[in-house]
């Protein structure tokens, strides 16, 4: 087995898996605070790929500073999905809430392929192209950068979560949400901020993987099964567990790649899956729910 | 478009709109109906709409409908008083189980031929719905093999009675040996002598068999040089890199990717990146590789790429005149595969019913057999007929290359725009 191309797989990994993280930790916290599973993450990341495309096309913006619009304007997207729809179904079993997330999806697709037509598009960056060489090793700049922005945005979400009275709530809401509305907490409010927040960090990821992601209106289902995955693996509503489970399955998908047939690399993501459920059901850095 | 309202519950509002709508539309239609004298033949258009293959899908519609409005302008179907040709159109969402319903739904809607399919997975899904209805189905794009070789064996072998399912593309096994064909001569031509190629494909039931008749074939013509490994991709790939990484390691002369639109994209980019030392990317046969969008994104990374794939008859006029319509209604588009296909389906169709005389069923297979048509607008060795496996033998690929990021036929010699560039020159 050659040396450098388990190394380079390696580090392509980890870089990948920057973009993995900010995807499930998007996820992970609505589904923490809400116990809903966001089916439409995906078609959110891929909206916030398309306000990018256009920052740069018409604004002339860079992703790697326009991910800052993205991420607000795709707030405003989930606080107004959660509003108008996600609030109705709170309470209802998990098959009602699928079937609603579903369909949310498929109206953002939709929408999309209205608006921007269905050809694969990608953000043009000077970083796209750029490479640094190391030896026979290289970095990518786009994924280097991408993976910088997403550990930052990572850790700005836990001080937020941690540091700040609405954080607190929001942690207050996800641990028992009676108890926080008995304490005076505005649940339905800290619902809307938490979704909002879910759908900034994946529109986020969205903008940031723009520049070198080939994306199209039907990328999203791709992109929310992986999160989902993810999520599972690291733990369900737990945010370290979805930042280091990003990394993980990145990390084993390159593996795969450089191991296996590279067409079956999604197996051992897949099988990493299976067998946590099966030896480990609350996830990686999952608490035991009763 | 289509739509599915049947789902939909009843109540008063609704049966009331309903109700008066009908009313009116009888109103309104039944004086035509009397008056109208000339039969109209109905074609079902099955194609990916929406979903991930919506982009060609819409093409593929898109020259259906062109050919139907120019016929149709110029009379119709002669031989059956004019008949008009009228398009019910459908969509797969690129999903196969939905490709099968949509060509039930169509079907019970009163297509009397279809067309349509392009993944090889929804057409397999669709051939068989043809052959159980009694529906001729004319499979405009889609290379695999199997939905009409497996009719034909049926046949062959006393299971079914009568074969609906015929093709005009390509089949898989012709790109193969073109692709080869062409590759050896290019490198003979340049007095080049590339010895290793690396194959990868979207490990999907298109990229599968285009990857693999395209190695069957190099190996069948050992054409003094060699494919070192085979490397699939999944189909929704996010990243590529290190799949790249290693096909470097490989060393190849020559990378022959079988792509879709978004991972040619991925991969493009990657092999720049990683500065693979290649003298050229070739393609056996793929999308991804020549389209407009593709060309704006990719830029430099795109240029001297060659693809040996579908392309219309860049010497005929009216192929030339319907390109520049297509381009017209599609903001920038050549005449690929896609609508060119699309289109000659529908002129084929026209053709076996002018000598059909009828749209039974039966009738317009036996017309289907004795086709022998000329007026092609794609490229060919031949005019359109259909083989003992209801394969059209005579048609053919033009390997194009990316020159100054324009998509140029530069072989077969004869059809040639263009001198082909090879090796490319190093950046």
């Given at each position: ?290 | ?185 290019i490198f003979r031509e340049t007095k080049t002598s590339p010895k290793r190629v690396v194959v990868t494909y979207t490990n999907d039931a298109f990229g599968k068999p285009q990857a693999a008749s395209f190695v069957e074939a ?144 039966d009738a317009i297979v036996d017309a289907i057999k004795k086709t022998n048509f000329t007026g092609g607008i794609m490229m060919s060795t031949g005019p359109i007929r259909f083989n003992e496996f209801g394969d059209n033998p ?34």
């Amino acid at each position: 087995m050659d040396l450098t191309l388990v190394g380079q797989g390696l580090l392509n990994g980890i870089l990948f898996g920057g973009v993995y993280s900010l995807m499930a930790v998007g996820l992970s916290l609505i589904f923490g605070v809400m116990r809903v599973v966001n089916f439409a993450h995906g078609d959110m990341m891929v909206w916030g790929m398309y306000v990018a495309l256009v920052l740069a096309e018409r604004a002339g913006i860079d992703p790697y500073l326009s991910f800052v619009i993205c991420a607000a304007l795709i707030f405003l997207l989930g606080a107004l999905v959660q509003r108008t729809l996600v609030q109705q179904i709170v309470e209802a079993p998990h098959a009602m809430q699928i079937l609603l997330m579903l369909g949310v999806a498929l109206v953002l697709e939709n929408v999309a392929l209205v608006i921007f037509g269905p050809d694969p598009q990608r953000v043009q960056s000077p970083l796209t192209m750029a490479t640094l060489w190391f030896g026979p090793f290289f970095v990518d700049m786009a994924r280097l950068a991408t993976f910088g922005v997403a550990i930052l945005l990572t850790a700005l979400l836990y001080l937020f979560l941690f540091r700040t009275m609405l954080g607190k709530m929001i942690r207050a809401a996800a641990d028992n949400n009676y108890g926080a509305l008995v304490i005076g907490t505005d649940v339905n409010r800290v619902y809307v901020v938490a979704f909002g927040i879910g759908a900034a960090c994946v529109g986020a990821a969205g903008a940031l993987v723009s520049a070198f992601l080939p994306f199209q209106p039907a990328s999203g289902l791709s992109a929310s099964i992986t999160s989902f995955n993810i999520v599972i693996i690291g733990g369900m509503g737990s945010l370290i567990g979805a930042f280091f489970g990003g990394l993980i399955v990145s990390i084993a998908e390159s593996m795969g790649a450089v191991f296996l047939s590279p067409s079956l690399k999604e197996i051992v993501s897949f099988s990493l899956l299976i067998l946590i459920l099966l030896f480990r059901p609350a996830g990686l850095f999952g608490r035991r729910m009763t | 478009m289509d739509d599915h309202t049947n789902a939909r519950q009843l109540n008063r509002r609704t049966f009331l709109k309903t109700a008066g709508a009908v009313a009116g539309t009888a109103a309104l239609g039944l004086p035509t109906l009397l008056r109208a004298q000339a039969p109209t033949v109905k074609i079902g258009v099955i194609t990916p709409v929406t979903g991930p293959l919506a982009e060609v899908g819409q093409l593929q519609r898109l020259g259906a409908q062109m050919a139907v409005e120019a016929i149709n302008a110029a009379g119709g179907i002669k031989s059956m008083g004019g008949a008009k040709l009228d398009l019910i159109l459908a969509d797969t969402e690129t999903k196969h189980d939905v490709a099968r319903t949509e060509m039930e739904r169509v079907i019970n809607a009163g297509a009397q031929l279809v067309m349509g399919g392009f993944h090889s997975g929804s057409v397999s899904a669709m051939a068989p719905v043809a052959q159980q209805r009694r529906v001729p189905y004319i499979i405009d794009i889609s290379a695999a093999d199997a939905p009409t070789h497996s009719v034909a064996q049926a046949v062959r072998e006393g299971k079914q009675k009568v074969q609906y399912v015929y093709r005009i593309f390509p089949s898989s096994s012709i790109f193969g040996k073109l692709a080869v064909k062409y590759m050896t001569e290019i490198f003979r031509e340049t007095k080049t002598s590339p010895k290793r190629v690396v194959v990868t494909y979207t490990n999907d039931a298109f990229g599968k068999p285009q990857a693999a008749s395209f190695v069957e074939a190099a190996k069948a013509a050992n054409p003094g040089w060699e494919i070192v490994e085979v490397i699939p991709y999944p189909e929704d790939a996010k990243d590529l890199s290190t799949e790249v990484s290693r096909m470097k390691a490989l060393k190849p002369d020559v990378i022959s990717p079988v792509t879709r639109p978004a991972t040619a994209i991925l991969l493009l980019q990657e092999l720049a990146k990683q500065r693979v030392d290649l003298m050229g990317i070739i393609s056996p046969g793929a999308p991804g590789l020549y389209e407009p969008r593709q060309r704006e994104i990719l830029r430099e990374n795109i240029e001297y790429v060659m693809d040996s794939t579908i392309w219309h008859n860049v010497k005929s006029p009216r192929a030339q005149k319907i390109e520049e319509e297509h381009i017209k209604r599609t903001g920038g588009k050549n005449l690929g595969a896609e609508a060119g296909y699309g289109y000659e389906a529908i002129l084929v169709m026209a053709d076996v019913l002018e000598r059909s005389k009828s749209a039974d069923p039966d009738a317009i297979v036996d017309a289907i057999k004795k086709t022998n048509f000329t007026g092609g607008i794609m490229m060919s060795t031949g005019p359109i007929r259909f083989n003992e496996f209801g394969d059209n033998p005579n048609a053919a690929t033009a390997m194009i290359q990316i020159l100054k990021n324009k998509p140029i036929v530069v072989w077969p010699k004869d059809a040639a725009q263009a001198q082909v560039v090879f090796p490319r020159p190093k950046v």
